[in-house]
């Protein structure tokens, strides 16, 4: 079986998460909207007037004849599939609370250049942009990132990964928000990234492994850009 | 075994998701915070150097050996465990999708008084304030419920819940956020209730419930606040 992934095919965004996931564990997947057509193919999918159980937004994943919505709950799903969590409940649930963690660092992130509205522009709300992403650089960065610090530094199993001893959905995510931060925020990162060496080595670990290393060497890693959730504006990194 | 419910005790907030869950189960639980000295015990468990999975924030619920954070992820395990989600997979994650879809409209909510930092008071940002709850009282709203009342009228089940013919959390959540926008915008609400029946029908279905009616009606229940996620502030009501 064939997955298919919706998402919008020019951003990293939320899909990214599930592009890593699908990517790491050698999925068949076509990422639809970025073939011919593709995004009306998506967007009748979302409107269809007769899907039972119709997603609210991109990203969401066929798989057979399941139809999954909302990045975290795609991990979920994919996690068990392909052997990107534990196998046991205790193992499951908090390799998807890690998820959700980091799922509200990225709305975070998001809400730095878009902190009145998503449906404004980022330039009719800059004033309001530079306040959120002050308090973001100066407090959010290193309340999350102390926090995934912390995690892998009490993982029982060794500090290379932040559940057990073995790579999981959540670590490809904690690197993607790593890439992302760095992106967004380059001064701010610079200065803060020494104070998380085992964020930053995790970080290096995922980008070093096999497939990983060859997805973003390739065209189907989409460069960051200022349309997607991490968006590299000078003035709001301080 | 006595469920330990981990949550701010002045507040309804995230915990109340999980509050809901617990009572309409009928499950033994105790809300620690909300006991002599129990938020001492809740930071300290919380800020424990030794505890292997930390949770980020409160709410939390320890579940014998087990402490799970994230609202949703608690949901998700005591779904399973108190027959509050279907068993099969597709619907117990169509269930959790639908978790994260109002975790997502919760956020929202919560930032239309606090758009530039949770940790500034209101009184520090209610310029933006105004234009975001402004935002959220037009566009929000109206897409997060009208999405709730689209899934409602395509449950091939029919429409008295959101998934199948049983509640499951997700009713219950949606219950809650229902209760939270009339609370924080009674007249935006007032306006908009009418274009979502489904979804009307299924709050007071949910608050008819014995065990919820019986919650609803005791001191178990804090009431609304300026303290929580969904608060009544009339400038931002429009």
Redesign the interface.
């Known amino acids: 079986m064939r997955y298919e992934l919706y998402y919008w095919p020019s951003i990293q965004g939320r899909g990214e998460f599930v592009r890593l996931a699908l990517e790491e564990a050698a999925a068949d997947y076509v990422d639809v909207a970025r073939e011919n057509g593709g995004v009306n193919r998506m967007m009748r999918l979302m409107e269809s007037a007769?899907?039972?159980?119709?997603?609210?937004a991109p990203p969401f994943l066929k798989a057979g004849r399941?139809v999954?919505?909302?990045t975290?709950?795609i991990l979920?799903?994919l996690g068990s599939r392909h052997g990107l969590a534990p196998k046991d409940?205790?193992g499951r649930?908090?390799t998807?609370?890690l998820q959700?963690?980091l799922a509200?660092l990225v709305?975070e992130a998001h809400?730095t250049h878009h902190?009145?509205?998503a449906?404004?522009y980022y330039e009719d709300?800059k004033p309001?942009a530079r306040?959120?992403a002050e308090?973001f650089r100066r407090?959010r960065i290193a309340k999350f990132l102390g926090?995934f610090e912390?995690?892998l530094e009490?993982?029982?199993r060794g500090d290379r990964w932040l559940v057990g001893a073995r790579l999981t959905y959540a670590d490809l995510s904690l690197f993607q928000v790593v890439e992302g931060l760095s992106y967004a925020f380059p001064r701010a990162m610079q200065r803060q990234a020494k104070r998380y060496p085992k964020v930053v080595a995790l970080h290096d670990r995922v980008a070093s492994r096999p497939h990983i290393k060859a997805y973003l060497a390739s065209a189907r890693r989409i460069p960051f850009n200022e349309d997607g959730i991490f968006r590299h504006y000078p003035d709001l990194d301080g």
């Open positions: 007769t899907a039972a159980r119709p997603p609210f399941l999954i919505g909302q975290a709950s979920l799903f409940e205790a649930l908090w998807h609370q959700l963690t509200d709305v809400d902190p009145i509205a449906g404004l709300q309001a306040r959120r308090d407090h926090y912390r995690v009490r993982n029982p």
